[in-house]
């Protein structure tokens, strides 16, 4: 192995206003609060919410129905109203709980030149689980160079 190169990391947890329930583009509010991506040529970009009933994910970016219809599938997979055991925060907190398990906590971006390199009609969702919501951290790691 001829020489190592240390690759820098950066890490800063950022925060989104609470949002309506639903699946929201959240690329830009994300952008506007990491100018540090302009530091890196090459890496990756992983976002991790730090909350059990909300969810990120890709998706178009371009269609805003795509939003509304991934919010009437996941009511239709998930009912909120079903025989849960885990209801002392309301009938749509579990729902909610699975609907973030499904979908997941986390993505995983590469940075090209500075800039997030999605695709061209992708986009970052914020899904909001939960009827009343809080706001929501998320936690932005970019490794590189």
Request: hydrophobic share 35%; charged share 25%; glycine share 6%.
């Amino acid at each position: 192995m001829v020489g190592r190169s240390k690759m820098p990391w950066f890490q800063k947890t950022i925060s989104v206003a609470a949002l309506p329930r639903g699946c929201h583009l959240v690329t830009d509010k994300i952008l506007k609060q990491i100018p540090e991506i302009t530091n890196f040529k090459v890496g990756l970009a992983h976002l991790f919410i730090q909350h059990t009933s909300a969810s990120l994910t890709i998706n178009e970016n371009y269609d805003s129905d795509v939003r509304k219809d991934l919010e009437d599938v996941l009511n239709r997979v998930v009912p909120e109203k079903a025989d849960y055991r885990h209801t002392i925060e309301g009938p749509d907190d579990m729902p909610a709980h699975a609907k973030a398990t499904f979908i997941g906590s986390s993505v995983t971006i590469p940075v090209t030149n500075g800039k997030l390199n999605l695709g061209t009609w992708q986009g970052i969702y914020l899904c909001e689980h939960r009827d009343r919501a809080s706001s929501r951290s998320i936690v932005v790691t970019i490794q590189g160079e």
